[in-house]
């Protein structure tokens, strides 16, 4: 089995995939500014889905970095980073946008948004979820802890064209991807603040292979 060619993430728009386990999933900013919503569930059992919060407890860290693994509401692994070619600034706390949030950001019409996307993109492979989840893994968006140890500094990406994150899957699985239609917050670079187009690619090789992270156990967990 060979490489995929890249497949365009239109900007503003959502693409979902299926990504077998031990391939990986290579998100691509071809502008270098965009932020990517990222969401994955069990391929077997879609009410098992990746965990933001889940995730933070089981790798002790805000964001994360290479080697780390995203676990599922289960404490499953699902998906480990392996490979980042970005500043590796990305984000796990911020929610994705929805229309409320346009629309409590001044919108009266509609806003493309990244949950509806992710919802556009699973029907696009003929799936639906239960309950669609705000949590989402922000790739490339700069969300940064303030000096105080508690604010949250929302800025721009800080990418460059071309750079991209390989996602490893450890379970067959899901990926729904939204390149963020967010244009009144300015999170998509130092410029222009416009949503741009993405990319991404599962690969069955050509990638560095790690093995899943442990969870996280206190220094002191002796029975
Ligand atoms: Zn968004």
Request: some cysteine; hydrophobic content about 45%.
């Amino acid at each position: 089995m060979t490489a995929s060619e890249p497949i365009l993430l239109p900007a503003r728009h959502g693409r979902a995939v299926r990504v077998p386990a031990g391939h990986g999933l290579r998100v691509i900013n071809l502008h270098g500014t965009q932020v990517v919503d990222c969401w994955a569930w069990n391929a077997h059992d879609l009410d098992e889905a990746m965990s933001m919060e889940a995730s933070r407890v089981w790798s002790q860290r805000l964001n994360p970095v290479v080697g780390d693994t995203f676990v599922t509401n289960r404490r499953n692994p699902i998906l480990t980073l392996v490979e980042d070619t970005s500043p590796g600034i990305h984000d796990t706390f911020m929610a994705a946008c929805d229309r409320h949030r346009y629309e409590r950001l001044g919108c009266t019409n509609y806003h493309r948004n990244c949950l509806d996307n992710m919802v556009e993109a699973l029907a696009g492979i003929g799936l639906a979820i239960a309950a669609p989840s705000l949590a989402s893994f922000n790739i490339f968006m700069n969300i940064a802890v303030d000096a105080d140890g508690r604010s949250l500094v929302t800025g721009p990406t800080q990418g460059r064209p071309g750079d991209f994150i390989t996602l490893q899957a450890e379970m067959d699985c899901v990926v729904a991807l939204s390149a963020c239609p967010q244009d009144i917050v300015p999170i998509h670079g130092h410029a222009a603040n416009a949503p741009k187009d993405a990319a991404f690619q599962v690969l069955a090789t050509g990638f560095p292979r790690l093995p899943p992270t442990a969870p996280w156990m206190p220094a002191a967990s002796a029975p």
